[in-house]
Every structure is written in structure tokens, then in C-alpha cells.
């Protein structure tokens, strides 16, 4: 048997799966065959099997470089609840505690240890050169760039991994990630640009809506309204403010609902009881700063708000792809207001970076005020091109205007290809209008075939206009200096005549019939009367929780608790069929459910 076809079997006596997703099969190939990789691939795709799977096949133990606790604890528990010998090595332990995993680590008894970044610099030359090393795992690696959202000093140390162990091999991962951090992961930690995978970044199961310039008491009227549709189901609510958190939770609770808020101000005690409270189903709403959620794997969380825009769309992605992990259906709501926009940028004025960081900020507003599909916008700003509207945001239900704007838009193309994709919008808009001023005199941009030939196109419509381009992927705009325009593939073809482009129209939201003929994706969800079996089942798994001391979704997930209620199994064989139940859980849970199957 190969190492490939061993991973394959790995996957399916383990967590329950019969096959890769096409992107974690080639990262697993590569891991195998001993290749350094960059996997780049969206909250709930799927990373920790790119890792944990090889860890289990090959010899030895992978030693996974994680920021946080609360992420190593939430990986462990989940690896220990799948029967994975896995352990944490990290500052919350006692030294027994440590001593304890050290030995088991030295004499070859886990397949899978989790170090903090400041940890493995201290080990890197005296524990880890005792034991057997299979590969490491460099999880939330744009934690490694100055670029990133999240950059950690400590996480610059580990180029050192590939001076002190260069035979082993080294698969870093990341959700968030733009081209100018990928390009610094890769550089920092040696990885070849023909080793880097990127997973479409992709998660229509999201739906995206965006209110802007609402009153506080709007504000509140508006999340009760959403809160109200999704009765008993975990969600967080965002706030850029210590006092937010506290005043969204107090109203809240006087509306009767379990919250309750999340921030630093806390001390370490309280958080940890808030945190594991959420976990584990008995608080269903968290009002918190944005370090809330990091490292949970909860998989049930069916809805995220953001009382307040947020700084970037990196952490704003992040934030809302802690809902729907598990790939069934969530909701997502973004508050977007100007007061915001100001208060984030003098936030902003005394920050390294603070021009990128400014612009950042900037592409954040676009995605909440354009008239572009929202889901396009996003996949953009990632390097991504959706070709069609994606059917799950607002701007799709409460579509504007649109007119084919494919000869616009090959002006504006034209015009950045005859400039060399050297300059921004402002020059490029200058050119097509048959602007004098000394800069275009002095580049010779007066003598282009483009000078000039959209002057009756107003300045504010090419700039709305070139906008759409970016955000509808025909465009990518950089983050150097001066923020030059180049074109993207779909650009190209676009320009050619090979594709056409829907442009909306300046005006305001005008809500229009959406056609019949829209294919819109769907969802498996519950068939007939497999909802009440669901909720009895989702009773039992709370029971079950209880008594074994851990959260519900570390038995089964809720996509795999819709499974058992529209399948209803009544063998254990038939119950070992469902997706994403591995063997040791079959032996664990399967006669229990049966029976509760049996009596419903």
C-alpha cells in the first residue's frame, strides 16, 4: 500500500471520510512526498487534515507551531476525541504537565504535539532533537508577516526550522492571507512558488448583508429582528469597543436572551468560564473585541454580527468564517458606518504601516457600500474572480441597475495595458477624460490612442466604474506605492472580447424581481420529520457532553447530526456510512443513537 492510498484509509477509519476535497489530496501528496507547501484555504476548509492525516501515516511525531491556547486546547480535545494520541506544550501547563508530554514526546507516544512560537524557540535545540520528527505544521502562518493582520515578532523565529531540521518537512497554513503576505510567508520560510496551494476561498453556505449609517437604536431593532430567526443557535456579535460589548450583552439579556460580553478588560478567569460556557451550548450569544474566537473550532455557529465596520477585509473574513464551519447554512450581518470609518482611522495615525493600513481601510468601505455582489468583492480582494453573482448576499436579493458595460470597461483596460500597469485610477481616469495637467504631459500619455476617448464619462461615474472593475475581479489593484491598476485573466479576456462584464449604474438600491431562471445553490438540510428527530438527537448529544465533560460539537457536528436525523441508521454498519464519523466514534456513540433513533 502506498503512502498516498495509507492517508486515504487514515481518512476514513479516523474522521469518517471516504475521500480528500481536491485541494487537501494534492497538499497531503505533497507533505508525503517530503515537499515544503503553502496551503492557503478558508476557515472550516479543512486545514488540520492537510497535517494530521500524513502526521498519522508517517513515522514519528509532527510538531505543530500554534499563537494560541485556546487553539492547540480546541485541536487536542478534537484529535483525543477521535482517538488521536495529541498533546500541547505550552505555558498554561504545570511543570508535572510538561515533564509528562515531554517523556511521551522522547519515547514515541504521540503523533501530533502543539508548541506555541515562543515555546519552540526555547525547544528547538533540546527537546525536539531528542525525539522523531515526521513534518511541522506552521498553523495561522501570516502571523509570520509585518503584512499580515495578525503579525506575531515571535513567529520571524522560525526560519530557524529550516537551519536546525532542513530534511523535514514543512507545510505552512493560513486563511487570510493577501499576495504581498503569501509572498513574505514563502520568502521567510524558503517555500518554491510551484509548492503553494491556494483553495478557492469560497464559503457559499455564508450568506453576506450589510445595513450602513444606522442609529444606535436601529442597530438594536435590527439585531433583535435577526437574533429572532435564529432562536437557540450560538452566535457572536463584533464591537470595536470594551463599553460596546457590555452595552449590546445588558440589552440583550433585558430582551431575554443569554449573553453575555467578551473583552480584555476581563480577567483571565472570567473569560475562560465565558469562552468554555459558549462552547459547550449553555450561552448562546457572545457580545465581543475581535480577539474573541481565535482558535475555536466550534462548528455550530450559525450567525455573526459586526455592531462596528471592522478595520480590514483579512479580519473581516476571518471573523465571519467562525459561522458555518461545518458547511451548513449562516448568516453574517455588517454594520457599516462613517463615524466608524473616522474613529478606525485615527486609530490608524500612529501605526506602522499606516498608508497600507489607510487603504486597507478604504477596500473595507468599497465592500460595504459598492453595488457589486459582496461574496465578489471579497474573493477579489484574495486574488479570487467569481464570473457570476454569487445568490446569498443583499446586493444579489436587492440587485441594482445593471447595463452591459463591457466597452467601458475595455476603455479602462486598454488604458492601463498602454500604461504598462504602472499607474493608479486617478491617471488612468485623467487619460480616458483627455486630461492636460503637467503629469500626463510630461509621461506622453497625451499622445495614447485611449487619451481622451471617454471625456463625456464624468470623473465620479469612471471612478464608481473603475471600482466595479476591481471589486468584479477584471482589475487587481497593489499595495506599493502610488497603487498601481493591472490587469487580472478575466481582465484580459474582457479586453479581448472573449468575456462581458454587468456594470451597475450610479444611482441609488432599487430593488428588482430576481429572474426565474437564477440558478441559486441549496442546501441539504432536513427532510419531513427528520427536524424533530434532530432536535431529540441534539438533546442526547448535549446529555452526552455533560457527562463526558466536553463541548457538543466534539461528538458530532451538526451537519453530522442532520446526517443521522435524515438517514436515521438502525445498524451500526449503517451508522458507520454517514460522513464524518471515524471508527473510534462509531464504537463510541453508535448504540446510543441508535436507540434514540429506535424510540423516536
Known amino acids: 500500500m502506498s503512502l498516498y492510498e495509507s492517508a486515504l484509509a487514515c481518512l476514513k477509519d479516523t474522521f469518517g471520510y471516504e475521500n480528500f476535497r481536491p485541494t487537501q489530496g494534492e497538499i497531503v501528496k505533497h507533505i508525503l512526498e517530503g515537499k515544503d507547501t503553502l496551503a492557503l484555504m478558508p476557515t472550516g476548509g479543512g486545514k488540520s487534515i492537510c497535517y494530521q492525516v500524513p502526521a498519522l501515516v508517517l513515522e514519528g511525531c509532527a510538531v505543530v507551531v500554534s499563537p494560541l491556547l485556546a487553539l492547540m486546547k480546541d485541536q487536542v480535545d478534537n484529535l483525543n476525541a477521535n482517538g488521536v494520541p495529541a498533546a500541547a506544550l505550552n505555558s498554561s501547563l504545570n511543570q508535572e504537565e510538561a515533564a509528562e508530554i515531554r517523556t511521551k514526546f522522547r519515547n514515541g507516544e504521540l503523533k501530533l504535539l502543539y508548541i506555541s512560537p515562543e515555546r519552540l524557540v526555547f525547544e528547538m535545540t533540546y527537546l525536539l532533537k531528542q525525539g522523531k520528527i515526521s513534518l511541522f505544521a506552521v498553523d495561522e502562518a501570516h502571523c509570520i508577516s509585518q503584512w499580515g493582520h495578525d503579525f506575531r515578532p515571535e513567529y520571524t523565529e522560525l526560519h530557524h526550522l529550516r537551519e536546525e531540521f532542513p530534511q523535514i518537512p514543512m507545510i505552512a497554513l493560513t486563511a487570510t492571507a493577501d499576495e504581498m503576505?503569501?509572498?513574505d510567508i514563502m520568502q521567510q520560510l524558503g517555500i518554491p512558488e510551484s509548492n503553494v496551494f491556494i483553495a478557492?476561498?469560497?464559503?457559499?453556505?455564508?450568506?453576506?448583508?450589510?445595513?450602513?449609517?444606522?442609529?444606535?437604536?436601529?442597530?438594536?431593532?435590527?439585531?433583535?429582528?435577526?437574533i429572532k430567526k435564529h432562536k437557540d443557535?450560538?452566535?457572536?456579535?463584533?464591537?470595536?469597543?470594551?463599553?460596546?460589548?457590555?452595552?449590546v450583552a445588558a440589552e440583550l439579556i433585558?430582551?431575554?436572551?443569554?449573553a453575555c460580553a467578551y473583552h480584555a478588560g476581563l480577567e483571565a478567569e472570567d473569560r475562560a468560564k465565558i469562552q468554555e460556557s459558549f462552547l459547550r451550548d449553555r450561552t448562546t450569544i457572545i457580545c465581543a473585541t475581535i480577539a474573541f474566537g481565535m482558535g475555536i473550532d466550534k462548528s455550530n455557529i450559525r450567525w455573526i454580527i459586526h455592531y462596528n465596520t471592522p478595520k480590514n477585509m483579512e479580519g473581516y473574513y476571518q471573523e465571519?468564517?467562525?459561522a458555518g464551519r461545518d458547511g451548513m447554512p449562516a448568516e453574517t450581518l455588517l454594520f457599516y458606518s462613517e463615524s466608524d470609518l473616522v474613529q478606525l482611522a485615527k486609530f490608524l495615525e500612529n501605526s506602522g504601516e499606516q498608508e497600507l493600513q489607510l487603504e486597507k481601510l478604504s477596500r473595507m468601505q468599497h465592500y460595504a457600500t459598492s453595488p457589486v455582489c459582496r461574496r465578489r468583492i471579497l474573493l477579489s480582494y484574495f486574488g479570487e474572480t467569481l464570473k457570476h453573482d454569487c445568490g446569498n448576499c443583499d446586493v444579489c436579493k436587492h440587485p441594482p441597475r445593471r447595463f452591459n458595460g463591457s466597452i467601458i470597461a475595455q476603455k479602462a483596460l486598454s488604458a492601463v495595458v498602454r500604461?504598462?500597469?504602472?499607474?493608479?485610477?486617478?491617471?488612468?481616469?485623467?487619460?480616458?477624460?483627455?486630461?492636460?495637467?503637467?503629469?500626463?504631459?510630461?509621461?506622453?500619455?497625451?499622445?495614447?490612442?485611449?487619451?481622451?476617448?471617454?471625456?463625456?464619462?464624468?470623473?465620479?461615474?469612471?471612478?464608481?466604474?473603475i471600482q466595479q472593475l476591481v471589486h468584479l475581479g477584471a482589475l487587481k489593484m497593489a499595495y506599493t506605492d502610488g497603487k498601481p491598476l493591472m490587469l487580472t485573466p478575466f481582465g484580459k479576456a474582457i479586453l479581448k472580447g472573449e468575456e462581458?462584464?454587468?456594470?451597475?449604474?450610479?444611482?441609488?438600491?432599487?430593488?428588482?424581481?430576481?429572474?426565474?431562471?437564477?440558478?441559486?445553490?441549496?442546501?441539504?438540510?432536513?427532510?419531513?420529520d427528520a427536524a424533530d428527530l434532530f432536535e431529540t438527537l441534539r438533546m442526547y448529544r448535549r446529555e452526552l457532553a455533560e457527562q463526558m465533560d466536553v463541548p457538543p460539537?466534539?461528538?458530532?457536528?451538526?451537519?453530522?447530526?442532520?446526517?443521522?436525523?435524515n438517514r436515521r441508521p438502525t445498524t451500526i454498519y449503517e451508522f458507520a456510512q454517514i460522513p464524518g464519523i471515524g471508527n473510534f466514534k462509531v464504537q463510541k456513540y453508535a448504540l446510543g443513537f441508535i436507540q434514540k433513533i429506535n424510540e423516536s
Request: charged share 35%.
Open 500 to 528: 462581458k462584464i454587468e456594470l451597475a449604474i450610479l444611482e441609488e438600491h432599487e430593488e428588482i424581481p430576481e429572474s426565474p431562471n437564477k440558478k441559486r445553490k441549496t442546501y441539504s438540510l432536513l427532510n419531513g
Open 419 to 465: 500604461t504598462k500597469n504602472s499607474e493608479n485610477a486617478d491617471i488612468i481616469i485623467d487619460i480616458l477624460r483627455g486630461s492636460h495637467r503637467q503629469e500626463i504631459l510630461d509621461k506622453h500619455y497625451n499622445d495614447l490612442p485611449t487619451f481622451g476617448i471617454a471625456k463625456d464619462i464624468p470623473t465620479a461615474r469612471w471612478e464608481y466604474f
Open 254 to 258: 433585558k430582551n431575554g436572551y443569554k
Open 233 to 247: 443557535e450560538s452566535g457572536i456579535i463584533y464591537c470595536l469597543s470594551r463599553k460596546g460589548t457590555e452595552a
Open 200 to 226: 478557492s476561498f469560497d464559503r457559499p453556505n455564508i450568506s453576506l448583508n450589510v445595513r450602513t449609517n444606522l442609529k444606535k437604536k436601529d442597530k438594536l431593532f435590527e439585531i433583535l429582528k435577526f
Open 181 to 183: 503576505t503569501r509572498r
Open 320 to 322: 465571519i468564517g467562525r
Open 553 to 565: 460539537y466534539m461528538i458530532f457536528s451538526d451537519k453530522v447530526l442532520t446526517e443521522i436525523a
